[in-house]
């Protein structure tokens, strides 16, 4: 049962929900670590696309969502992580509308653009784990999940991603990790399998 506090606050079972303009007020101080997104699309460069496909903007092909506030974590958050289906139409070469900033066209064009937060430092697929190379801002493999071919690596990625032969394996959760992860997650809103 939820307890209200003050106009923005609201308790369920002990855990505070604050309001969106909290969460984004203290993003912009530079409070937030961490933080979690996806998109539609998601470019070489950790851009990330929530708004619109193909057309005009007031046209579009697909109209998506949009930001919801994941420009300014993108744009504020000391690192942002990224997750995602690891398929060639969400991972494109270049997003079809820019919505929440990665490493923008790479080298420093982050930090020229005045952007204070760190940007992406990985992409979480249900192939692979992926990181970005620290002077070119362009996304590079780290480790591929176990059972997953490079070639099917290749053909679920819609821009060149070098992967080497002796490209390192996902280590598989311990036990303890599995049981923590189904125990924050019990209605299986984000997890499925067994």
């Excluded at 362009?138 to 819609?158: E, F, K, N, Q, Y």
């Amino acid at each position: 049962m939820p307890i209200s506090v003050g106009d923005s606050r609201t308790f369920y079972r002990g855990v505070m929900a604050t309001s969106m303009a909290d969460i984004m007020e203290t993003c912009q101080r530079g409070l937030i670590d961490y933080t979690f997104l996806g998109g539609a699309q998601i470019d070489a460069y950790g851009n990330l696309n929530s708004t619109h496909i193909g057309g005009e903007h007031f046209r579009p092909k697909v109209r998506l969502p949009g930001s919801g506030g994941a420009n300014d974590m993108a744009s504020n958050a000391r690192r942002t992580i990224i997750i995602a289906r690891h398929e060639a139409r969400k991972l494109v070469e270049r997003v079809s509308h820019l919505t929440s900033p990665g490493f923008l066209t790479g080298g420093r064009a982050r930090q020229d653009a005045g952007l204070r937060g760190g940007g992406p430092s990985r992409v979480l697929t249900d192939k692979a784990v992926l990181g970005f190379d620290e002077s070119t801002g362009r996304m590079r493999l780290i480790s591929i999940h176990p059972g997953v071919t490079h070639d099917d690596l290749r053909a679920s990625t819609g821009f060149d991603l070098e992967i080497s032969r002796d490209c390192a394996v996902t280590v598989a959760p311990t036990p303890e990790e599995v049981r923590l992860i189904r125990e924050l997650d019990p209605h299986r809103l984000y997890i499925s399998g067994e």
